[in-house]
């Protein structure tokens, strides 16, 4: 596999131009596969650009928020259009960034074309309702208002998706962005953004500054003339920024992590339950926050299942995501490897067994980039830290339970509350898990992975700020509702 060694950095994009930081410094890019193959470069800028793309924002927003729904969503049409025409240069960049496999990256870039579609439709969908009111001469009314600038702050794992199922409604709705996305894959980002560019925005009405989440992040978080802040994250940094928000009455939205749990009961169709805990847990190389790395299993169908998940994890093919035939790419850089590495080792010496996997992958091609080997343990209780924490690497945590309820009391029994997904023929099973249990987003009989994008997606408990992104749920977060009374 070729490698490409120019490098070439990304400039931000501020006020319809690409200007260069005053910083001096950047951050180069390598393929987590291969770290010979240089991706580009990010510029790591400062406060003080952050602070010039926002008034560039709040300038635009006046005339923006003024132009017809209509109009905003021409603009968003025209993008989709860029984007699906550069859909296979996009994607490739997000495969040699981030390492997910070139098929993964084309769906989620096909999936950034369908979010700015469907959200340029929008502009055209009724906003607000009417309200009779007790005095007969008068008409009262609601209609929603932008919020202004919002800022959006984005994690590495989805570049394009992320991204652009923030951006796209905000900019429907008529407020002007600031994205700030995370600096791992901010190259991939960059080039969504070209795309917007050459959809024509009205300059200022999206901005990028690259940068380090605690420059760039914190300052977007805590400017004044920034209205609103949507981020998708870690918990601890997204703690932080609800807290800044919060403190000076700012709107925010944040979606956090998971430890998504999948309950397979001994009447499953046991192929199916396999084939969707592999895809849920091991594909984009367990990196995504719907990632299922705790499987709980009844005692019935275990060994069965047990043994069926083992024969089809050695299967998996672990490679550079670009070749064909590879199933699963590297962790994304050196830290999360280590991280996953460090869990594994924790796994380990709290007690639990290692099934398969367990290593980083090493010799050959592989020495050159961060590739783990996809790893199943059993013995786990449900308090190891293995199946309590997010793990965000290709690592399953298999539970046996001797009941659905300690299935559910189990799948239950942790911060977060993302998704979740049971494998079951019985109507019975399927209803009580949809009632009982504590997930934003619940699956029957299904893989557990996002979700259609015309519907809500969001978690419960430490999973997110209660709040919903995508379909008409976005609407929630970035208008605000105007109640208007006319006599
Ligand atoms: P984080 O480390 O939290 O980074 C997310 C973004 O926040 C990055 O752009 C980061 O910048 C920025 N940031 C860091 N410190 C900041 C600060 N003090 N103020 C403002 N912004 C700051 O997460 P990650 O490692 O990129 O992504 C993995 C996490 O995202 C996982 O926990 C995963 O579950 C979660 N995730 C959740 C979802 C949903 S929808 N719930 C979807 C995908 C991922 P830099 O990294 O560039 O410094």
Redesign the pocket.
């Known amino acids: 596999m070729s490698v490409e060694t120019k490098n070439k950095t990304y400039l931000n994009y501020v006020n319809g131009e690409w200007i260069t930081s005053l910083s001096g410094e950047v951050k180069t890019n390598r393929n987590p596969a291969n770290t010979d193959d240089v991706v580009g470069s990010i510029q790591l800028s400062t406060k003080d650009e952050l602070g010039s793309a926002v008034v560039a924002a709040k300038v635009a927003q006046k005339k923006w928020r003024n132009l017809s729904g209509n109009d905003r969503g021409a603009y968003l049409f025209k993008a989709a259009d860029i984007l699906e025409s550069r859909l296979e240069e996009v994607a490739k960049c997000m495969t040699r960034e981030m390492g997910k496999t070139l098929p993964e990256a084309k769906g989620e870039t096909a999936r950034g074309v369908a979010i700015l579609r469907y959200y340029a439709g929008e502009g055209l969908r009724s906003e607000g309702d009417v309200i009779p009111s007790t005095d007969p001469s008068a008409i009262m009314f609601t209609r929603r208002a932008p919020l202004g600038v919002v800022g959006v702050?984005?994690?590495?794992?989805?570049p394009v998706a992320?991204p652009l199922w923030k951006m796209a409604p905000a900019l429907i709705y008529g407020n002007a962005v600031v994205i700030?996305?995370?600096?791992?894959a901010?190259v991939t980002c960059a080039k969504v953004v070209e795309c917007l560019e050459e959809a024509g925005f009205p300059k200022g009405v999206v901005n990028l500054v690259t940068?380090?989440?605690?420059v760039i992040?914190?300052a977007?978080?805590d400017h004044p003339d920034v209205s609103g802040i949507t981020?998708?994250?870690?918990?601890?940094?997204?703690k932080?920024?609800g807290q800044g928000c919060l403190a000076r009455g700012a709107k925010y939205q944040l979606?956090?992590?998971?430890k998504n749990p999948v309950i397979v009961a001994k009447d499953a169709d046991l192929n199916l339950a396999v084939d969707a805990t592999i895809s849920g847990a091991f594909r984009s190389t367990g990196q995504?926050?719907t990632a299922t790395s705790r499987v709980i299993v009844e005692a019935g169908i275990y060994e069965k299942f047990k043994e069926r998940l083992l024969a089809k994890t050695a299967e998996i093919t672990v490679g550079n995501g670009l070749e064909e035939n590879i199933w699963m790419g590297p962790s994304a850089s050196e830290g999360q490897l280590n991280t996953v590495l460090h869990y594994i080792e924790k796994g380990k010496s709290e007690g639990a067994t290692l099934l398969a996997g367990g290593n980083r992958l090493t010799g050959g091609d592989y020495d050159k980039g961060y590739f783990v080997e996809p790893t199943i343990f059993e013995n786990v209780s449900p308090d190891m830290t293995i199946a309590q924490e997010?793990i965000?690497g290709p690592v399953i945590a298999l539970i046996q339970v001797n009941t659905l309820e300690d299935a559910l009391q189990v799948a239950n029994n942790v911060e977060f509350g993302?998704s979740a997904s049971i494998f079951t023929t019985n109507i019975g099973h399927m209803l009580s898990f949809v009632e009982d249990m504590e997930a934003g987003l619940v699956r029957v009989n299904s893989e557990s992975a996002g979700v259609e994008l015309q519907a809500p997606?969001?978690?419960m408990k430490q999973?997110?700020s209660h709040s919903r992104?995508q379909g008409q749920a976005a609407k929630e977060f970035f208008t605000s509702i105007k109640t208007v009374f006319v006599k």
Request: hydrophobic share 30%; with cysteine.
């Open positions: 702050i984005t994690p590495w794992n989805f992320i700030k996305p995370a600096q791992e901010a940068g380090s989440g605690s992040g914190q977007l978080t981020f998708t994250g870690s918990n601890t940094v997204g932080g920024i979606e956090m992590g998971g995504k926050c997010e965000f993302l997606f969001g978690g999973s997110s992104e």
